[in-house]
């Protein structure tokens, strides 16, 4: 078992990893039990793959248990489903203290996550992340948010949850192509300010995706640990050390906007290709060594992510990408900070960066 603990004063909480926890998870949530059933919220495929392990775990402890299960699928991040949401939580009679689960990938930590934000006020909740790039990124530090028509992550809070419980068998049950997905979070912590770190990528890597257990639980816990220092140090991106996190992200939403939030292009491999993509432009403004970038294309390629527009089958021109990028909510004051890199590991928060530049180079790389 690994244990790292977010420390945020009063709303510090653990994230608990162990392979098999989620057939032990009962004994975890005992703390958190109230007088009323558990409310879980999951989507209609964890449903099937992993609920009854919870359900037989919670049964075993003594625990009761509602069960609300949504449609799988990023459409689910809407006002139409925060609304049936948020009105099934209070016809339950869930109060402030009760302990919403949140079981599922980032869509549903997510959506549950800002639900239980804004019902009563607030109320708390668990994550119980299944997929592999909700049990290293969206799971952990209470960023909360649904979708808008302008585009994604656009209508939030920052509701830290009161508890992680993170089991990698449940990456079993995965499609291979969600699990790399995932996996490009991983790797953006190494690529942050950890070179070391994506050595062991390079190396590791495959193994991981194969399904190597010890792999699994490195990965997850020193990502996990990254994340935390960095959420403890700026809760809510307000000195810029956490806006690190979205190294990738900038290129990213633009790709996903592009090919209409769908299952065209997964969240995790729009960050890979943005990663590539911000690491290219890194280089192309002569700040990053080409052979660094290049280091990065090759290893986002040998796991089967996108490193390129073409790679994501995005063919949209460089201006109407920035134009999606316009309604990214780091704008400030008419200004979208970039997060580039000086080489691998030494990413950094880029205040001077020309959209009309970044247009031209991602037409240079959609040839």
């Known amino acids: 078992m690994s ?69 799988a699928g990023e459409g689910t991040k809407s006002w139409a489903q925060l609304e049936a949401l948020t009105d099934r939580l209070i016809d339950l009679g869930v109060e ?44 952990v530090g209470g960023k ?5 028509r302008a585009g994604k992550n656009l209508i939030g809070a920052f509701h830290q949850p009161a508890l992680v419980l993170i089991d990698p068998d449940t990456l079993d049950t995965l499609p ?72 990738g992200h900038t290129f990213g939403h633009a790709l996903e906007a592009e090919t209409g939030f769908s299952d065209k292009l997964l969240h995790g491999e729009a960050v890979a290709a943005g990663m590539a993509l911000a690491f290219g432009y890194s280089a192309r403004r002569g700040e990053c060594p080409a052979e660094d970038a290049e280091r990065v294309v090759t290893h986002l390629r040998a796991v089967g992510l996108p490193a390129s527009l073409s790679d994501a089958g995005v063919s949209a021109s460089g201006e109407t990408l920035v134009a999606h990028m316009l309604h990214d909510k780091k704008m400030s004051a008419g200004t979208l900070p970039f997060l580039l890199a000086r080489g691998i590991g030494q990413t950094y928060l880029a205040q001077d960066v020309d959209l009309a530049d970044v247009a031209a180079f991602l037409d240079e790389n959609g040839r």
């Open 3 to 71: 244990v790292v603990p977010v420390s945020l004063g009063e709303r510090s909480y653990d994230v608990v990893i162990e392979p098999g926890l989620l057939d032990r998870a009962g004994e975890a949530l005992k703390p958190y039990a109230g007088k009323r059933p558990f409310v879980v919220v999951t989507d209609a495929h964890v449903a099937q793959t992993q609920w009854p392990r919870l359900a037989a775990s919670l049964a075993a402890a003594g625990l009761a248990a509602e069960l609300i299960v949504l449609p």
């Open 96 to 139: 402030r203290r009760d302990h919403v689960i949140a079981l599922g990938g980032g869509v549903i930590g997510d959506l549950v996550g800002f639900a239980a934000s804004v019902v009563k006020r607030g109320c708390a909740f668990i994550q119980i992340p299944t997929t592999l790039l909700a049990q290293v990124d969206s799971s």
């Open 144 to 148: 909360t948010a649904i979708n808008s």
């Open 176 to 247: 291979v192509r969600e699990t790399a997905a995932g996996y490009a979070e991983v790797v953006k912590y190494g690529l942050i300010d950890d070179a070391d770190f994506f050595a062991w990528c390079e190396a590791h890597g495959p193994a991981l995706l194969a399904g190597d257990a010890q792999a699994r639980v490195h990965a997850i816990s020193k990502s996990v640990a990254a994340k935390a220092a960095i959420v403890a140090e700026d809760e809510r991106e307000t000195t810029g050390k956490r806006a690190l996190l979205n190294l």
